[in-house]
């Protein structure tokens, strides 16, 4: 929970919607949206990934300013 926030700063570097981060040694890849459990509690995030960025940064030189380790599933 720590590694995800909805909305956040141009500071916190690690996964929010709508924007990329690098998952350590492996794909870059973007929160695209969230479901929630009846109390509003965060239960599965969404993300898809970029293929070509397996260990490497994007080939159109868009910047990854995050890496985060892993993701809980």
């Given at each position: 929970?720590?590694?995800?926030?909805?909305?956040?700063?141009?500071?916190?570097?690690?996964?929010?919607?709508?924007?990329?981060v690098?998952?350590?040694?492996?794909?870059?890849?973007?929160?695209?949206?969230?479901?929630?459990?009846?109390?509003?509690?965060?239960?599965?995030?969404?993300?898809?990934?970029?293929?070509?960025?397996?260990?490497?940064?994007?080939?159109?030189?868009?910047?990854?300013?995050?890496?985060i380790?892993?993701?809980?599933?």
């Amino acid at each position: 929970r720590a590694d995800f926030r909805e909305e956040a700063n141009k500071q916190y570097k690690r996964l929010v919607l709508g924007k990329e981060v690098r998952l350590r040694n492996a794909y870059v890849i973007k929160a695209e949206r969230v479901e929630k459990d009846e109390a509003g509690e965060i239960t599965t995030i969404f993300c898809s990934y970029d293929a070509e960025t397996l260990s490497k940064d994007p080939a159109d030189g868009r910047k990854v300013k995050g890496v985060i380790h892993w993701v809980s599933a």
